[in-house]
Structures are given as structure tokens and as C-alpha cells.
């Protein structure tokens, strides 16, 4: 990396979030609501790129992460009163647990075994999200309550269901995940994560302890999840099972996948991407999981760097 | 009915589930055997199965026997096709890698699963059995069906094992699987092995939705479920092992049947999963397989 590097990259991170910020003023109401939705699930995608572009670990069960922080929200704002900060404290706090638990025991393997590991981990928990139906209401799901979903701060009250309110929340959730990310990368702690994805044995031989630092990717990888998926809840008010199901899953991978493995920003260029491709081609048909299919496997194929991936290897190398 | 005639049926299910699951895992346990290769897709090529036969029969309305026949010759061929081209365009290309063909067999699941969505619809859709009588128990009468998809499966399982074990193909396969590098010096063709076990595997589980079909109706996501317990049954079996999976299949289908005439399935299927989770973390070598190389 060049010297200057560090500052443009800086620069570019606040560029983009201002541009994100001058955009509501300017969209028209369909795409002001999707554009908070993308965000939303851009720092889903962020999370999942921080296991899987800085760590090189490939998880296929990370909805169980999104879900925990939707139910752990969801749940407890409707059933035990809490409020939107309570409500969304408690998402990531069943998110930090759930990621600790799967990883003391999942990233005792690697490579394809963790992969398998976490898919069942994550269909366990589908699965639990439809057994306990009593409360989660399985797949149909619960909305709730527009009274719970006011918050008052410092005399000033906001109304969740607003749209203004609603895409400066996700605006500053992105936001917030967004440089967490770029500084994780950036640190000393990023470097040897880097190092794990790119020669894990090199890395024990230096003398670190690289099981400790897998864990703590993981762990901030399905806390920022976990709060993507609690700010979901909060913000649409509709918490169900299919959050939880593998298509989930396969989503972030895909958005990581498009938009760049390993660069900050591509988590966004995916999501918002996918997000209108799958949108404009459901006005065509029922099948537009298709999409999904097709752009997979053309991009394993033929783009396994993605779209900013493959910009900062051509022309731009200081993209981090 | 009291117990012993509910456990009695229990068995029975659990026993035709077994042979189908016994049927579907062998597919998989064969493909990630020989060529390394987690095929997410397995599942579609199930429902595939399930699918064709009812287009294979509907073209012999009135004949349910010489419709099913027919599609227990043709639906295996054209999975077999489909199988094939997916590996010459797909997979070959990307030199097998583990990662990546997971990422890509994850795609042709969805391609499958929505071509078929776009093609046959959204309904379930039943097929007729081939034959149709009742065998009478004391208790209760049970479908004659049952019992032609067990012994069915049966003679697939065995023939199966005689080719892998007695034919040449059988042993270039192993040698394949043995040690790639090695086999390609000895002139065996290994794409074409790597071709064909894909459609080998493939059409193991297209025959078992072919077998299920007039049992279950045939849906566009009818293959989830036998995909995720084919992973149960290859982990547990112990990954590349072709007796521990079989073996792994009766012990699971049988008990999965039984369990859930007792129990909720949805916790049945929850603790299977963790308890899989476990065993690959645990054991690796799965709790039938031998020691791995």
C-alpha cells in the first residue's frame, strides 16, 4: 500500500456516507425505503465480509446471527415491554452469545467442516424458530406494535415508522459498521486476521494465537449481524422465521461475493445491487431466486473477486 | 391401537424411509468420495427425480405401471444429462476446489429449484402407483408400495455396490478416489471418471424421487429435506465411506421414523442437526468411518 493511502481511503468511507446522507432528500419515496432497507442489509453483508474477506472462514449458517438479533429485538419488545434501546441491547447481546458459543465449538474445524457446521448450526436454529411457534409465530411471523417502536431522546421523540427517522437509523447503523470496519481492517488485530486468511499455519509459527483471533472475528462479525438484524426488526416491524432460513444464509454471501470479498465498501455495492436486481426481475416472475442462482454461479465462474475486487486489482490499489 | 402395533408401524415407515434415505446419501457419499465435491444441489436432483416422474407418466394417461416404468428408465437419464453438463461447465472449471463448488452447487440448486417452479408451478402434484394392493395386518393394512420401494432400493443399493466393487469402472473410480495425480499418470481419464460419478450420484437421487413420488406428492421444494438428512446420514456415516453410509442411513431413517411418530419432527430434525454439528466437530471421521488417510 501506497503512503497517502490511508487518508484517501478515509476520505472515500466519509464521501460515500455523505453521499448516502444527501441521497434522502433527493429519492423518490419507493427507493428512499428500499435504499434504508439496502442499507440495513449492507451492514449484514459488512459482518459477514468480516469473516469471510478478512478472515477467509466461509460460513453458510449466518442467518442464525441475523435472526438472533431480529428475535432477541423482536421478542422481547413485544412480549417483556422493553423499549428500542432495551429491545435493541438485547439483540445484540443473543447475537454476541449465540456467535461465542457456535464458535467454541465450530472453528475446532476449517475449510469445508466449517461450513457444514455452521449450516447445521444455522438450520438448528431455523428450525427452533418454527418450533417454538407459540411465541415466533413460525413463518407467518409477528408485526409490532407502532406504540413500541417510539423512542424519546433528550425531549425529541421519534416515530420509527417515519420514513425520515427510518433511513437515518439505518444510515447511521451502516455508518457505524461501516468505519468499525474499515478501522478493524486497519488495526494491528486486522492485520493478523489477514494473515489467518492467508496462511494460518505461517501465522501459529509467528507465535500468534490464531483460534483467539478467529473467535473474536466471528464474534464481531455476528454481533454487526445480529444488530443489522435487530435494526431490521425495529425499523419494518415484521419479525419471521424466513429470516432464519438458509436463503439468508446464501444472501450476504452473495452480496460479499458481488460487491468485492475483502474490500469495505463491496458488502454495499452487492447488497444494493442484488437488492434491485431480485426487485426488477420479481416484476417479471415468481422465480426470482433464478437470479440468485445464476449470478453465483457466473460469478464463482468468472468474477470470483467482485465488482470493487476486481477495480482495485485493474486500477485502484489502495481501495482497502 | 396400542403400542406395540404404533411401534410396529413406526418400524415400517422408518424402514422404507431408510432404504430412499439409504438410496439419496449414496449418491452423495459417492460424489464427495471420488471427487472431493459437497453438492449442495444433491437435493434438487431428488426432487428432479420426483418431478420427471410425473411428467413421464402423464404422458401414458391410464397406464400408471408402463408411465412409472418409464420413468424409472428416462427421469435417471435425463438427471444424468443435466449432472454431466453441470460438470463440464461448472465444476470443471472451477478445478474442483471445495469452496467455490459449494458456492456454485448452491447456484444450480437455485437454478434447478426455479427452472422446475417456472416450468411445473407451484403445486404438489401426486403420481399413481404402479401397482396397487393392501397387505392386511392384524392391526392395520399397510400400501404394497411400501414394500416395492423397499426391495427396490434394495436391488439399486446392492447393484451400486457391484459396481463400485466388481467392475472395472467400479475400480477406476476407487482409484480416482485413492489418489488423483496418480490415476492420471496411469492413463486413466479422470475427467471422464469425475463426469460420470457426478451423474452416477445424481442419478442415485433422482431414482429415489422417482420411488418416493407415488408415496409423496412431487413439489419444486420437496428436496431440502432429503439434502440436509443425505448430510446427516454421509457426516455421521463418516465423509467418503460407502458402508458407513449405508449403514448410517438405516440407523438415522429408521430412528428419524420412529421418532417422529412419537415426538414433534420439528424437534427430532433440531437435535439430529446439532447432534451432527457435534460429530463433525468431534469425530470427523464420522462415528462408522475408518481412520482418515
Redesign the interface.
Known sequence: MRPGGAGRAVLLHLAVIALLFGLQFVLAPYHHTNLSRIMVLASYAIGYNILLGYTGL?S?GHAMFFAAGLYGAGLTVQYLGFGVISGFSAGLLSGLCLAVTVGL??L??S???F???T???A??CF??T??LSNWTHGDEGFVLDAEARRWSFGGISFDLSQPTARYNIALLLFAVCLLLCLVLVRSAVGRVLIAVRENEERTVMLGYHTFRYKLLSLAVSGTMSAAAGATYALLFSYVGSTFAS?QYS?FP?LWV?LGGVGTTLGPLVGAALMFYLVDISSGF??????V??????L???WA?KGILGTIREKAVSWLP | MSFGPHLFLALLEGTVSAFVLALTALGLSIVFGVMRV?NVAHGEFFMLGAVLAWAFSSLIPGMPAAGFALALVGSPIVVGAIAISADRL?LR??NYG???T???T??????????V??TYG?DARPVQPPINFRIVFPWFGYSGYKLVVVAASAVLLAATWYVMMRTRLGLVMRATQFDRETAQAFGIPVDRVYSLTFALGAALACIAGVLIVPIQQAHYLMG?DPL?LS?IVV?VGGLGSLRGTVMAAFVIGISEGVISVFF?P??A??IA??F???V??LR?GGLFGEKSR
Open positions: 466461509m453458510l465449538v465450530a475446532r474445524t475449510g469445508v467442516s461450513m457444514i457446521v449450516l447445521m448450526f438450520q438448528a428450525l427452533g418454527l418450533y438458509f446464501i454471501l461475493l416472475t415468481s422465480s426470482y431466486m433464478l440468485v442462482g445464476v449470478a453465483l454461479v460469478l464463482i465462474l470470483p | 459437497v461448472v472449471r472451477l471445495p469452496e467455490a459449494i458456492v456454485a448452491i447456484g444450480l440448486l437455485y437454478i434447478i429449484q426455479q427452472v417452479l417456472m407451484p431440502l440436509l448430510f457426516i414433534s420439528t424437534l430434525k433440531i442437526t446439532l451432527v454439528a457435534l463433525l466437530v470427523p
